[in-house]
């Protein structure tokens, strides 16, 4: 792969394969917290190899954790030591996840936690999670703007309690806050209000740290609120498997729904904790055959059956966004994506710049303050932009499986969440 652009292949007709999917990003970072706090006797495995995880490792080991790592396989010898006053600084990379984990960690230790990431990380936003910190009396204090990175937190103070937020933030707020409550005194009560937005993601995180033993009730109190109790209980150690990343599987599996042909997803039919999941049903919807094997997903789509447009509501698998806008440009009728405009605050702006990029291959696209409506287009050559977001690189070379002449700039975005990514696409045969 030349590093600067990469011309993709067209396939040969339909597909038919295998794909393995690495394990899921978002439940191994959580898993990896856990199994921090938990100590000796824990260990990850299917731990993907994208550098979010390998920032979260890095981390975990400068905050004192005793990390072994043999390829997929992480395990514990000792806990991160939470009583130490010593000053460490840890580096998030561009891990947006990750740097919002390690703030609320950082509230645990009795010395100061400097947490900085590269400058695309400074500018994302922070502030919910750094008052709630303070609420629970952890010292925050950001270096450059306010609110943002780098940030030294200091957790001497730190009590458990209530607290209140918003759903219309980054439920990895909501997250991280949860992730440390079993070690606050008094535990934490967290209510959060507003619309259930990616609420899948913070079920989730209650699914990971029930697994390590945290003691957590969720009560719908009612339409927009949702109250979390977690009682003051320290976590067990646990062996735990993540489950295969049905983020990524989006793209095997949209990559049959356009070209034709069936493609095996191995494992993805254990998925139980992720929203992403529910994707192959929208593809179903789409006119693709879906059925489950034991523990593989399988989707097929014979080519004289046409796709057809839907509409969605996407906010729970919000990262699929661009996944499901490129299928949609293959359509015979026009697909709307709602529910998703807190998506221009990701990497890129998921909605606006997505649209200028497919509009350079040819594809039709409506913009809207919460989502786009994708019209059937006649797909053509060109250059896209990634602007750092391997999302955006991994869904728009899907049109270049069935587009001669499409090139990827900057493609190794991809080691973000999947660094043999265009492996796996050019063996799609």
Request: charged share 20%.
């Amino acid at each position: 792969v030349s590093v600067s652009r990469l011309l993709l292949e067209t396939a040969n007709g339909p597909l038919h394969c295998t794909v393995e999917v690495p394990g899921s990003k978002s439940i191994a970072n959580r898993a990896l917290i856990c199994a921090a706090l938990a100590g000796a006797g824990s260990s990850v495995s299917n731990v993907p190899d994208g550098d979010d995880t390998v920032a979260m490792l890095d981390a975990l080991r400068v905050l004192g954790a005793g990390v072994e790592q043999h390829v997929e396989n992480v395990s514990f010898a000792s806990a991160l030591d939470c009583e130490s006053s010593e000053s460490v600084s840890v580096h998030a990379a561009l891990a947006g996840t990750s740097s919002r984990f390690l703030t609320a960690l950082g509230a645990l230790r009795k010395g100061n936690t400097r947490i900085d990431g590269f400058e695309a990380l400074r500018g994302r936003p922070m502030q919910d999670l750094h008052v709630a910190l303070q609420k629970l009396g952890a010292s925050v204090t950001s270096e450059l703007a306010e609110y943002s990175l780098p940030v030294v937190v200091n957790g001497s103070q730190v009590q458990g309690g209530e607290l209140t937020l918003s759903s219309a933030v980054s439920s990895q707020f909501s997250s991280a806050i949860l992730l440390v409550a079993p070690y606050l005194n008094n535990g934490l009560t967290l209510n959060i209000e507003g619309e259930r937005v990616s609420e899948s993601y913070v079920m989730m995180t209650i699914g990971v740290m029930r697994a390590f033993g945290a003691e957590v009730s969720v009560d719908v109190q009612e339409e927009n609120l949702l109250r979390i109790c977690v009682q003051p209980r320290k976590y067990v150690a646990t062996q735990y498997f993540v489950e295969p990343d049905a983020s990524s599987a989006s793209y095997p599996l949209a990559a049959a729904a356009i070209a034709g042909g069936r493609v095996v997803v191995s494992g993805l039919g254990r998925s139980s904790l992720q929203g992403d999941s529910k994707f192959a049903e929208v593809l179903a919807q789409m006119g693709c055959s879906v059925a489950r094997s034991g523990d593989d997903v399988v989707l097929s789509r014979s080519p004289e059956i046409p796709l057809i447009g839907v509409t969605v509501d996407m906010r729970d698998m919000s990262d699929l966004v661009p996944t499901l806008a490129v299928v949609a440009a293959f359509a015979q009728t026009s697909t709307t994506i709602t529910g998703v405009g807190f998506i221009r605050k990701k990497e890129s702006d998921r909605i606006g710049d997505l649209s200028a990029e497919l509009r350079k291959l040819g594809v039709s696209v409506d913009e809207h303050p919460d989502g786009l409506t994708v019209h059937p287009s006649k797909t053509n050559a060109g250059n896209v932009d990634t602007h750092h977001d391997h999302r955006l690189a991994m869904a728009l070379a899907l049109i270049g499986l069935v587009t001669p002449g499409v090139v990827i700039n900057d493609p190794m975005v991809v080691t973000k969440s999947w660094p043999e990514y265009w492996d796996m696409l050019g063996a799609l045969q």
